[in-house]
């Protein structure tokens, strides 16, 4: 019984999966719109289920254990709701600031630390030492001070300071080449182990 | 009364907020002023939650406008859509994420689609790569030179006939990558801090939703 | 003269729906007929692959897990790095910030099925799901702060009191090491919130697109090392001696991407080809 549940599931998952690609290897058609429905709905129903579960968990049982300060979390997490609502949308905007508020500090705070200081540290090194030549220190240092001078649009750059914008922009476009390889990798990752799946469920039939 | 209820206050909320997050990282702050930055941490995590349900209540409205309206093509689909929600909603909440039937559920269909609906990227990179990716200009050419060059060092057939490969490849991320994106990092921390600054002086209300006051 | 302008035209134009089949082709033959070509090891990955291998008994590790929506790409890396933690007799402490998280820790757990009753390891003791935290960067900075206090609890409601895993946990500083698995850019968090203001060093297994993302972080030594892909679940399969799938699907990989590097550059070639004929213009 298990092992027909298990080969059922499988099966479902193949040919849904099968569904889903035939949109985009022939045309778009019913079954691959009967197939994003089945999507958003299962999909739908795990947020709802897990969000329930993480507020009981995290929120409802610690207010009924004694912490019952938690009841001005859970009636602020209510408020939020109150945004679907446009005549009372207003009353949202109190969580909805204070969640903000929380994400802006920690940003900020995060961003001046991590990305900021400690990458300036990183970029004032000696040419002579380290894991890297001289010449790529070098490269690093001219690439990071170029990129971050293109990105000043506080005026525009003329006469000799043009072609330092310029740099900065070709070290960028250089950057992005290799972000761009690496992008081909996990996109094509996903899509052979799909094509995988699939193959190797119709050749275990056979 | 009712602009300072529903503009100032909330502007407020959130620059006290961001303060308190802020000073307890950088200052020594009393005890009791640390706990109360922890606990609002914590509570955050609680708000997110709250905010997800909000994009579902959004999608089943719109759901349900459809199904009302009997829109051509697409009334059908919704009600499928909604016919599963409420059956897996259903066996998720009165037994558990963790009951069997949810768990097949999970793993044959929303674990399968998820995968194949990122995996169709994969064709559109490569269609893309066939029609659109020119070395037409030096900008374009400079793009693609390194890039086909990581290409080759994430394929191992062709590590394996020519190792150089990888070295180069190794050398464009580090060096390459590396310094360039630095730049984009540290710019990014500025503008980060730049529009945090905006946020707690009240510049930036978006959150805030539609604004009838002025 | 015009033939040949007509069959460049052709070419230009040809219907995507052929390159989508040929691509699925070339990624099913090795399926059907592995080729089994040498995985090279990147120095990243054996750097990861170190630092784990020399942790001690009994030592802490946060386990940060990635959608199952990359299961394709970091799946592998996953299990195997489990297995390896728990084969060195470590303490591994499972959660997620992504909504999935739940679940593709108990893809983990019950694809280590068989190595988790060979060493002998405990529920609760050596090896725990504590769930999805919401918030994203809120939830990595609380749990950095006060782990106890945000986890409370395991996935299926053990309060944090009850599990001897959790035994001297109170904040980030605790952990020997934060392992995260990464599609997006978590470990930029971990990067501010944890690795800045603790002791405690991180590395990050990322797919691919997260790479490039990780590489200034981890040239300024927020990120102490990393792996990518399944390149890298395949080197850590290798090197930790255990059988895995991330090997299998670098076939796949290899298929996939020479036929990509053939489409790039059949596409400029026709482009040049057609550019000539116009005289240089296009």
Known sequence: MTEMVTLLGSAVAVFLTMFCYSAILWRDNKLFRFTEATFIGVGLSYQLVI??????????????????????????????????????AWISRFSMAFL??????????????????????????????GKYTPLDNLFMIVATITVLYYFFFTYKPKGALEPVSKAGRYFMVFALGGFFGNVVLARLTWLSSTIGEIVTFFMSLF | MSSLLRREVPIAICAIVALLMIFDNFFMVPASIHALSTEFKYWGTILAAFTLLLGIITVVR????????????????????????????????LWTPDHPAYLWLYDNILMALWIAMLATTGFFITSAAYRAFRAHTKEAALLLIPGLF???KNTPALVAI?????????????VGVGGGTRGLVIGAAIGTIATGL????????????KLKEK | MSESTSLIEKLENIDKRVIYWLLITFMAIPFISPIGLPVTIATTTRESFNIVDNLNEGDVVAFNVVSTAV??????SQVVIFKHLLQKKCKVVMYGIVMDAPMGIKLIIENSKSFIDEVGAEYGVDYVNMGYFAGMETAIASLAVDTPGTMKASFEGTPISQLPIMEGIENAGDFALVIDFDSEDQFVFYARHWISNYDVEQIVIGTGWAEPAIIPYWNAGMVK????????GAGWEILAKMKGEAVIGLDAISTSHLFFLFVVLFGNLIHFIKRSKKGGSV
Do not use: C, Q
């Open chain 3, 225 to 232: 090392s990393f792996a990518t892909g399944l390149n890298g």
């Open chain 3, 71 to 76: 299961w394709g790409e970091l799946g592998p």
């Open chain 2, 198 to 209: 905006r946020t707690i002086l009240g510049y930036e209300t978006g959150y805030l939703g």
């Open chain 2, 150 to 152: 990581v290409v080759a």
């Open chain 1, 100 to 129: 903000v508020g929380i994400g802006t500090g920690l940003a900020m705070l995060g961003s001046a630390e991590a990305n900021f200081w400690k990458m300036l540290e990183a970029t004032y090194v000696p040419l002579i030492g």
């Open chain 1, 51 to 88: 969000n329930l579960y993480t507020i009981k968990d995290k929120a409802v049982v610690p207010m009924l254990s004694g912490n019952f300060y938690y009841v001005i979390g859970l009636a602020a997490g209510v408020m939020i709701l109150f945004r679907v609502v446009s005549k009372y």
């Open chain 2, 162 to 174: 020519w190792p150089p490969f990888l070295t180069i490849g190794d050398w464009i991320m580090a």
């Open chain 2, 62 to 93: 719109v759901n349900i406008y459809h199904i009302s309206r009997k829109t051509d093509d697409r009334w059908v689909f919704a009600l499928w859509s909604m016919i599963v929600f409420s059956i897996s909603s259903i066996i998720g909440l």
